[in-house]
């Protein structure tokens, strides 16, 4: 027996290593990703919005435009920030919720809060001037957030609300990207920036019997308030007689749990796969030391997050949370292991820190949970980034509650919903209301996100062009799309837990290119597939191999639920070299990379700024 002490817990890591196995291989399914239902079709009515009412009617809009910004949150802000702060003005944001925020906007579920601190998730706080209340932001301060972004940029007047784009499509003959909306919508813009977001797309289970059940069923991102009660605080008391079953544990259903036990009736926590789940460690902002940040603290402590947690050592540790926590750990434990000369692998020097890691989570919950039968059936065996990991001081704490009850399926997941309520193991649990905490379609294209056809020069459409394969540069633009900028884009492009900080560089990134065309008469510009060619070359010469990885792991979307042999995952589509590089390659690439990546045309005069956008400002 190979016991290894790392820190407190020490560990049989051969004993551990076959432990992982056995549990991903209970959970292991031939319909991998195909075991999910697209809110889409029988089942689209999972997707309505319902926080706003019909949209008022009002005229169909034809307008030339220099930029049509698709998707209103955070992506869709940040570029139409930037567009405003060079001056422009002739822009629209179209956007099928009623108001600006994303999944923001769509995730109103009691207990939303952002895992991410809020000093560094929430952009541009220095220039609205918004100051979080606390460390770790509720999902409605991160809302109200949006909203004071579209006040501060005057966006509001530019967006179209409760507008689905319908087809995005390219006419050659006016060098312009005619957008459709299902509201008759036509217009006719230069450039296009689209942003749909990676969490937007309704995933349901592929539970047999969904339509049968004769209760209250849906989607932890549409949330029914009228039905439960309360608000996003909690307050959830019209569930007081009620029996309800919250279907998954992930991060969604971590912060649902606790806000719904205080008030249920009853309630049934389905899981399938626990998750790892740290403290929360939640503090109000500390008024004295947010009014005394210099100029341009922001942007450094977002710098200096995304650079601990891609490896990149720094000299001091700004944000110091649970995340930094464990890339310091990494990073010490490699640091002595070079300087002992010692002959164990890196990677083995990594998964003892893993093992580590997990092994104190997994005391954390024993030592939470009274009941030794749950205690133990909430504990996680796999490594850490399997899985996204997950912080909360009130989950665990839940299940000491009489009203609720945990029921583990030991990794095979709800069979059947009835009429009355929830199968597992042959024994219905009734319930009057059933949650599906089961997440989104992640890393899905912006056209199947968005619900439209994108098509290019020559009738070219997206999914033609990326039949076999994401082809892009940078994964923002693409040959054959000229003037297109996808902002948000991983495949080819870039990811971090911090996403906003990629959404941040990518619309830089196409808010820069977009105003250096029209100052300079620029009609068209195109990536040339040469330019496309070389960045899928460089992105085979930065791949990391992590096959042995996600083989190991217990099925979730960050390995395709285990199919991730012939179609890249999430994280394996992005560039390689980590978020902190790429963000210098794009730069670079602004800086002397244009000319010869890019075929162009030109306009006789140079375009200036359309005059009513500058004097709008
Ligand atoms: P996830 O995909 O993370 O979780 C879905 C859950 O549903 C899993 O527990 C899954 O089990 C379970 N599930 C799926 N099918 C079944 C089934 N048939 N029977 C029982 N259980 C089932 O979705 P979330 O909405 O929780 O989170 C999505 C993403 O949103 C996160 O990864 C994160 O990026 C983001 N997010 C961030 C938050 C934050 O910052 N705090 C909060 C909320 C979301 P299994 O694990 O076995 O697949």
């Known amino acids: 027996m190979s016991t290894v002490g790392e820190g407190a817990i020490s560990y049989d890591a051969k004993a551990l290593r076959e432990k992982y196995l056995e549990e991903r291989d209970k959970r292991l399914r031939r319909d991998g990703l195909r075991q999910y239902i697209e809110a889409a079709g029988e089942f689209a009515d999972f997707s309505d919005d319902p926080y706003v009412g019909r949209p008022a009617p009002r005229p169909a809009v034809t307008e030339d435009l220099d930029v049509a910004v698709i998707g209103g949150g955070f992506g869709g802000l940040l570029t139409a920030a930037k567009l405003r702060d060079r001056g422009m003005g002739s822009f629209r944001i179209i956007e099928q919720a009623g108001d600006f925020g994303g999944t923001w906007y769509w995730n109103r579920y009691p207990g939303v809060r952002c895992d991410i601190e809020a000093y560094i998730y929430m952009p541009l706080l220095e220039e609205v001037g918004t100051i979080p209340q606390e460390r770790y932001a509720?999902?409605?301060?991160?809302?109200?957030?949006?909203?004071?972004?579209?006040?501060?940029?005057?966006?509001?007047?530019?967006?179209?609300?409760?507008?689905?784009?319908?087809?995005?499509?390219?006419?050659?003959?006016?060098?312009?990207?005619?957008?459709?909306?299902?509201?008759?919508?036509?217009?006719?813009?230069?450039?296009?920036?689209?942003?749909?977001?990676?969490?937007?797309?309704?995933?349901l289970p592929g539970i047999p019997g969904i339509r049968d059940f004769q209760g209250k069923l849906f989607h932890s991102s549409r949330w029914d308030y009228a039905y439960t009660g309360g608000d996003q605080q909690g307050g959830q008391t019209k569930l007081a007689t009620e029996r309800v079953a919250v279907i998954g544990t992930g991060a969604t259903a971590v912060q649902i749990v606790p806000k719904l036990a205080r008030h249920a009736g009853h309630l049934f926590v389905f899981q399938r796969t626990p998750s790892a789940i740290d403290r929360r460690g939640n503090a109000p902002t500390d008024l004295n030391w947010f009014s005394g940040l210099p100029r341009g603290w922001q942007r450094r402590r977002m710098h200096n997050f995304l650079s601990i947690i891609s490896g990149q050592p720094q000299a001091e540790d700004l944000v110091a949370d649970q995340w930094t926590d464990f890339w310091k750990r990494f990073g010490a434990a490699m640091a002595a292991h070079q300087a002992s000369g010692s002959r164990v692998s890196p990677m083995e020097v990594m998964q003892r820190i893993d093992y580590a890691k997990m092994g104190e989570l997994r005391a954390r919950c024993a030592g939470i949970i009274e009941n030794p039968r749950t205690a133990a059936a909430v504990q996680p065996w796999y490594n850490y980034l399997c899985k996204r990991p997950l912080f909360s001081d009130e989950f665990l704490e839940a299940f000491n509650r009489d009203n609720v009850t945990l029921i583990d399926t030991d990794g095979r997941g709800v069979g059947a919903i009835t009429k009355s309520g929830v199968v597992f193991d042959g024994h219905e649990y009734a319930v009057e209301c059933i949650i599906f905490a089961t997440g989104f379609d992640v890393g899905a294209p912006p056209h199947k996100v968005g619900g439209y056809q994108l098509i290019g020069k020559h009738g070219v459409s997206l999914d033609t062009k990326w039949a076999d394969g994401v082809r892009s540069l940078h994964g923002t633009q693409m040959s054959g799309f000229p003037n297109f900028h996808i902002v948000g884009g991983t495949a080819q492009g870039s990811t971090a837990f911090n996403f906003t900080h990629i959404l941040a560089m990518q619309a830089e990134h196409a808010a820069e290119?977009?105003?250096?065309?029209?100052?300079?008469?620029?009609?068209?510009?195109?990536?040339?597939?040469?330019?496309?060619?070389?960045?899928?070359?460089?992105?085979?010469?930065?791949?990391?191999?992590?096959?042995?990885?996600?083989?190991?792991?217990?099925?979730?979307?960050?390995?395709?639920?285990?199919?991730?042999?012939?179609?890249?995952?999430?994280?394996?589509?992005?560039?390689?070299?980590?978020?902190?590089?790429?963000?210098?390659?794009?730069?670079?690439?602004?800086?002397?990379?244009?000319?010869?990546?890019?075929?162009?045309?030109?306009?006789?005069?140079?375009?200036?700024?359309?005059?009513a956008a500058v004097s709008s400002l």
């Open 138 to 203: 509720t999902g409605q301060e991160i809302f109200a957030h949006c909203q004071a972004i579209g006040r501060h940029y005057r966006l509001y007047e530019r967006a179209l609300f409760q507008t689905k784009v319908t087809k995005i499509v390219w006419d050659e003959s006016r060098a312009r990207w005619q957008i459709h909306t299902h509201r008759g919508d036509r217009l006719n813009a230069r450039f296009v920036t689209v942003s749909q977001g990676p969490l937007a797309k309704v995933k």
């Open 513 to 611: 290119l977009i105003d250096r065309s029209l100052r300079g008469g620029v009609r068209t510009q195109e990536v040339t597939p040469d330019a496309e060619r070389r960045w899928l070359a460089t992105m085979q010469a930065k791949h990391h191999d992590m096959a042995q990885f996600y083989e190991d792991c217990t099925p979730g979307f960050l390995n395709n639920e285990g199919e991730f042999r012939d179609k890249p995952t999430f994280v394996g589509a992005t560039y390689g070299g980590g978020p902190i590089e790429y963000q210098r390659v794009i730069e670079e690439w602004r800086a002397s990379g244009v000319e010869t990546d890019t075929t162009r045309t030109y306009v006789e005069e140079p375009i200036a700024r359309s005059p």
